[in-house]
């Protein structure tokens, strides 16, 4: 039988989402797209085929008709509607950060453990991405020896609001980083560090992280929310003997002029297309079978990418290390934590 799914926001992800299910994966029925803007709901409604339209998360989350839901709305309301759909004992699959409060994760985390099971998918899609599973298999493999080092480059064309902040770009967009760093390295961190240059205009400049690894390795992190040229998210392993890195994705390049040119996309949804899909695609087999996706992140990789930010914001603000400290995971994570510390 067709999942029959709710979409919460129908915004940038939330559309993204619901395009992907509708064109790109079989046995789903977009079945309520919810919005606080009646008007943006049904016109992705209308695009998608979605069968109803609400304003009130809630009761979207409640019906009867609903067997699982999709999380796209602001990131204040990630957590609050996550424990919604706990309590509606329906799989959720919510974008990231799961919250911003590490308090709040706990709470999520509190709430499955309570019923004994794992009913939060936390979009954290770079781990489906062909390029960082490749990364961990080499690792995993023994080819590189021993990690040392993980680099990371995230770069964005130009934050979306003015109001943009240097904490924003660790609480919004760093939590890719520390989620995926901690997945293919297996390790936890400790430690972080935090920097920034000076910009000549007011635009928010690079904010650059270092964080120690229970593992003992480094991982650095430039995230660059106004880099200009395009998206571009980079990233390098080091090993005690060898290194990976990961290709700029380029289907076509152009030779041309005496140049050869290389196009980026504009955002995410580009160059993360396919990771979307096989993201989705495992939550709809967890809907079916009840199975949590091996490789997904669940409540604790997003308890930890929360707690990382707090720690990380905390750093640049009194240009100090601060020490990483998480609670003890409950037993029902322990699949998802890391075996090599
Ligand atoms: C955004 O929320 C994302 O999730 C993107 O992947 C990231 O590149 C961007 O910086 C975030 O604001």
């Known amino acids: ?26 046995g789903v029925t977009l079945q309520v797209i919810c919005d606080a803007s009646e008007e943006r709901a049904r016109h992705l409604a209308d695009r998608v085929g979605a069968k109803h339209v609400l304003i009130d998360p809630e009761a979207a989350i409640a019906r009867k008709d ?23 004992s329906k799989p959720v699959l919510c974008e990231k950060p799961l919250s911003q409060s590490s308090q709040e ?8 453990v309570a019923v004994g099971r794992r009913f939060v998918q936390v979009g954290f899609m770079r781990r ?3 390029s960082y599973t490749e990364m961990k298999a080499a ?7 021993r990690a040392l080092m993980m680099h990371n480059f995230h770069r964005n064309v130009e ?9 924003m770009a660790i609480t919004n967009s760093a939590p890719h980083e520390f989620d995926v760093a901690r997945f293919v390295l297996g390790v936890e961190y400790i430690g972080i560090s935090a ?3 000076r910009r000549s205009d007011t635009r928010v400049a690079p904010v650059v992280m270092v964080l120690e690894t229970s593992g003992g390795q480094l991982v650095n992190i430039e995230i660059n929310n106004n880099a200009a040229y395009g998206y571009d998210v980079r990233g390098e392993l080091v090993g005690e003997r060898g290194a990976t890195s990961i290709n700029a994705l380029a289907f076509a390049t152009v030779d041309a002029g005496l140049q050869h040119v290389r196009r980026y996309e504009e955002d995410w949804r580009g160059r993360y297309a396919e990771a979307y899909r096989r993201q989705n695609r495992a939550f709809l087999k967890f809907v079916q079978t009840g199975e949590f996706p091996v490789i997904a992140a669940d ?3 997003g308890y930890c990418a929360a707690i990382t930010a707090e720690a990380g914001v905390r750093a640049l603000a009194g240009n100090r290390r601060v020490v990483i400290e998480t609670v003890n995971p409950p037993d029902l994570y322990r699949s998802s934590v890391p075996m090599k510390m």
């Open 66 to 88: 609903v067997d699982a839901v999709l999380i796209a709305s602001p990131d204040f309301t990630h957590a609050p509607l996550s424990l919604a759909s706990i309590r509606a």
């Open 195 to 197: 920097f920034q240059p």
């Open 139 to 145: 690792l995993d493999g023994g080819r590189l020896g």
């Open 128 to 130: 489906f991405d062909q």
């Open 1 to 26: 039988m067709s999942i029959r799914l709710a979409v919460i926001g129908a915004g940038i992800m939330g559309s993204d989402h619901a395009r992907i299910f509708a064109e790109d994966l079989p």
């Open 159 to 167: 934050t979306p609001q003015t109001d943009f902040t240097a904490a």
């Open 299 to 301: 409540a604790w990789g």
């Open 105 to 112: 994760c706990l709470q999520v985390m509190e709430s499955e």
